[in-house]
């Protein structure tokens, strides 16, 4: 498994805490689905939140997008957010 670079605690759900949880790519999509993976932009959620945040909640959606990309620009500061998956989150 990709280590995440959002949290250390791949065990509990990112939102909730439960202990039953699924990968979520952050950023998603094809291509930036294995993006996500390469540079550490997963986190774990619960059956549940992780349905909330694809099909629910798009500010929720929009703030783990934006939370991803501030962690990446901090531990990749030589790679540019929009290069490597084209939007910007944070405008």
Do not use: W
Not at 8 to 36: F, L, P, W
Not at 48 to 56: A, G, I, L, S, T
Not at 66 to 87: D, H, S
């Amino acid at each position: 498994m990709t280590k995440s670079i959002i949290t250390d605690d791949m065990e509990s759900c990112y939102i909730c805490g439960s202990n039953i949880v699924q990968i979520h790519h952050v950023i998603y999509g094809t291509a930036n689905r294995k993006m996500s993976d390469k540079y550490g932009l997963i986190i774990p959620l619960c059956p549940y939140c992780h349905k909330r945040v694809h099909e629910q909640d798009r500010n929720l959606d929009l703030q783990l997008h934006r939370l991803a990309q501030r962690r990446f620009t901090e531990e990749y500061p030589y790679l540019n957010f929009m290069e490597v998956f084209g939007r910007n989150y944070e405008d």
